[in-house]
């Protein structure tokens, strides 16, 4: 069964919708909340595949949003279903488990491109030894002393709500050169399952921080670190630090990020030695073009547990209309 996401009139509604990728989502959460985005189900499973037709190729963001043992069984079903429509299928962002799955089964090239990760609050980079722990420690106590605070948004002030507003706008009007984004960026669509917290200096507030929330993880997704330009050297290493010490005192060990692109390629299944050697080719120039690197580094700093994430093309729908419909969905532009 296939519908939209802004279609009241089918199986889901939007809550529904909401509510299953709060339970069964990860770090695709951004995607396929996506108004764009269309999903197919079957009343057998609890759950859905959130997806977009890009040059005719269905574009998958991350697993099956169900239970684990459902994953195998939905996706085949999902299979089927674009081949009765003649159109070819690409995950992007799957979880290692995923990606071993579809290789068993659908027969799947497998390209690791990125990494997810994953922090534990209990245990707070602030509070380690070694240099990246000092140079966190730092960036906070500059932002501090220059008089930053921060602080978590309720969901009931306007006057806050609309503040933190301006910032999305303007760090959004702000973002130059080339862009690969999953979704249009949104801070209070889907309320249910979020949480805001944001930064202040003066009565200024400087910068904000978006959280998702993830129920299979009892744990939260980390969407979005917005600052303006005038904030204080270190807002995003403070905004950081804040929500994982809140977490901490509600005793959550779980908190992700991601996918942020790889270094380099990693595991590659199903292709053969030239087509490998092209494809790190082509994956160095995209990050080359698209500035790739840089939010790696910053979560780096925090000494995060580092999960791999992939690209899977079923039925070895490797080609270049569905390289061409990956980048459309990733809404990659120039």
Known sequence: MKTSLENEKQLFDRNSLVNLVR??????????????????????????????????????????????????????MFQQYCLSLKIGVVYIIVSEEFANLAVQNL?????????????????????????????????VKRARLEGALVQEYSGDNSDIEKALQEVAITWQKERQGPQVFLADFTLFNDRVGKRWFYAKKEEKIVGVILLSELQSHNGWLINSILTTKDAPHGISELLVISVLQTLAQENCQYVSMGPVPGNQLGEII??????????????????????????????????PIIHPSYLLFPEKNLSYSSIKSLLKALNAHV
């Not at 339970?23 to 859905?48: M, R």
């Not at 534990?120 to 966190?136: E, F, H, M, Q, T």
């Not at 840089?294 to 000494?303: D, I, N, S, V």
């Open 23 to 76: 339970k069964w989502g990860d770090v695709n959460t951004e995607g396929i909340l996506s108004a764009t985005c269309q999903i197919f189900s079957d009343p057998c499973i609890e759950g859905f595949i959130g997806y977009r037709i890009e040059t005719g190729n269905a574009v998958v963001f991350g697993d099956p949003v169900c239970a684990a043992v459902n994953k195998q069984a939905l996706a085949k």
């Open 107 to 139: 027969g799947s090239v497998l390209i690791e491109f990125g990494e997810k990760f994953v922090l534990n609050p209990l245990s707070n980079p602030i509070d380690r030894k070694g240099s990246k722990a000092g140079l966190v420690r730092n960036r």
């Open 270 to 303: 199903g292709l053969n030695d030239f087509s490998k050697t092209v494809a790190h080719w082509v994956y160095q120039l995209a990050k080359k073009v698209f500035h790739l690197g840089g939010r790696a580094a910053f979560w780096k700093k925090f000494e």
